[in-house]
């Protein structure tokens, strides 16, 4: 099966904390996303990566950076995690007419 | 900018009813359509999709049109089960360069015994 890893299920941060968000994909896709999904809102795109150590702000980017050293990884990283980032975080992958996603990341923050 | 508008949620129904959810769409181009499912504590997986005008996606007894004299692309199952519970979400992508996705709210269906 093919797979889009997320590091962490759960994830309890303070205020002030710099947080890494971690993805795997094991398709060797040139494409990687990172999207925060909130009730009533859906899916808003934070970041996305079309292939190594190149990237593009998607429509939220603000609070966020990233992360694409290796083709298989793609990083999220929040810079000083803020209240308003309490989200829902997944990861995607893709190679065309088709994106693959991780199970997600709760993040709290505190 | 391009953008996806989805029929708000929860729908309820009974098991064996007919399902529609309803998707419309702007875009400049020539977009491809998708529906994309999210099972409690899962990640999004593809459900059908469809990449131009008159085209149908189906799959799992879903069934979706891609309509462009009315840009729509509604969802529609003729009898759901339980197991259909989910968040459905309908997107757009125009898979050109950085194939950039382009997702409604989400609806969640919730199917009773």
């Known amino acids: 099966d093919v797979k889009v890893t997320q590091s962490s299920r759960y994830l309890v941060k303070r205020t002030g904390e710099k947080v890494f968000l971690e993805c795997v994909q094991d398709m060797d896709h040139e494409n990687m996303f990172w999207y925060r999904q909130d009730p009533g809102l859906g899916l808003r795109l934070i970041y996305f990566s079309y292939d190594v150590k190149m990237k593009e702000k998607g429509d939220i980017p603000e609070g966020y950076s990233v992360s694409r050293e290796k083709k298989e990884r793609f990083s999220l990283i929040l810079e000083s995690a803020s209240t308003n980032q309490t989200s829902m975080y997944l990861c995607?992958?893709?190679?065309?007419?088709?994106?693959?996603f991780g199970s997600g990341t709760q993040l709290s923050v505190l | 900018g391009d953008s996806v508008t989805q029929m708000e949620g929860p729908v309820t129904l009974s098991e064996e009813a007919f399902l529609t959810i309803n998707c419309t769409y702007t875009a400049t181009g020539y977009p491809s359509l998708f529906w994309y499912v999210q099972y409690p504590g899962e990640g999004l997986q593809l459900l059908l999709k469809a990449t131009k005008a008159d085209d149908k996606g189906s799959n799992k007894g879903f069934e979706a049109t891609y309509r462009k004299e009315t840009t729509s692309f509604h969802l529609e199952k003729g009898s759901v089960q339980v197991s259909d519970s989910a968040v459905y979400f309908c997107?757009?992508?125009?898979?050109?360069?950085?194939?950039?996705?382009?997702f409604g709210t989400g609806t969640r269906l919730k199917v009773l015994a």
């Open positions: 997107a757009l992508s125009d898979l050109s360069g950085t194939y950039k996705y382009i």
């Open positions: 995607a992958s893709g190679g065309g007419e088709k994106l693959f």
